[in-house]
């Protein structure tokens, strides 16, 4: 009987060649329905035609979908055609794309740490900033409800009083919403209809006790700090989890590297 080929230790691995193919299909993929959504969001506001009225870009959450989603297109892009077409050059083009983010992120994250107290301030500087820019941008003003409404149950950044930042909700403002709230701090009541005009006068009840049991009353930070406190052990879970990922798909690409490399050798021996 002939004798079973053993399969020469310089040949590249196809488990390992369409394990990174698959992955970073489905990372392309996520890239590009990112970047794609970002892209409709501002052809819906316009902005490309209005670019002077953004107050601040970093405020708008379509630009970060758009970063984002770019990104992580270029570097699924790059997994993938150099995966499958054994490009030495793209895998290592996403090798260092990847290490330079699991840097990043890691950096990020001892700073974060060391200085707790200013990134609390800069998170709630920009926050502030979303308060006050609120009704000037449709997404802006989407996610700031559904933090306030559906996430964290909040209102403001240190407490309901923030809103006053806003020339729309402060009290010298002429409009109806004068000396009110959005009505994503209204507490829901199990409305079908939601009663957007809910938050209006808030501010001139005169006890607490009163207001509370009409909005939530508490700031977005301190509950944000609540429940992270209250929510640690599956937010590190998911942080651990990202960071393995990126790790595996790093060693995979310089695996399937190696592998190549060897095999272009072989050949030319």
């Known amino acids: ?51 002077g009225r953004l107050t601040n870009v970093a405020l708008d959450p379509a630009m970060l979908f758009i970063i984002t989603g770019g990104v992580m297109f270029i570097i699924g892009f790059a997994g993938c055609v150099g995966a499958l077409r054994e490009n030495t050059s793209l895998l290592l083009f996403f090798c260092i794309c990847v290490g330079l983010i699991f840097a990043l992120e890691l950096v990020i994250g001892i700073l974060a740490f060391v ?32 933090v306030q409404k559906d996430w964290l149950q909040c209102c403001g950044v ?28 209204c507490k829901q009541k199990g409305e079908a209809i939601i009663n957007r005009h809910c938050g209006f006068d808030m501010m001139k009840r005169e006890h607490d006790s009163d207001r509370a049991v009409n909005i939530y009353t508490e700031g977005c930070i301190p509950k944000g700090e609540a429940w992270f406190d209250r929510n640690l052990i599956p937010v590190a879970s998911v942080a651990v989890g990202i960071a393995v990922l990126q790790i595996l798909g790093i060693c995979f690409a310089h695996n399937l590297r190696s592998d190549i490399k060897a095999q272009m050798s072989r050949w030319r021996h």
Request: hydrophobic share 35%; aromatic share 14%; proline share 4%.
């Open 115 to 146: 200085y707790k107290d200013w990134v609390r301030d800069q998170i709630e500087g920009q926050l502030n900033n979303m308060i006050i820019n609120y009704r000037d941008d449709p997404d802006l003003q989407n996610l700031v409800d559904w």
């Open 158 to 185: 240190s407490g309901y009083t923030n809103w006053q930042n806003n020339i729309y909700f402060n009290c010298s403002s002429p409009g109806g919403e004068a000396c009110g709230v959005p009505f994503s701090c």
């Open 1 to 51: 009987m002939p004798r079973k080929r053993r399969q020469d230790s310089s040949e590249v691995s196809c488990l390992m060649k369409y394990l990174m193919f698959g992955f970073n299909v489905l990372f392309w993929l996520t890239g590009t329905a990112m970047c794609a959504v970002g892209l409709w969001a501002w052809t819906e506001k316009d902005t490309i035609n209005n670019i």
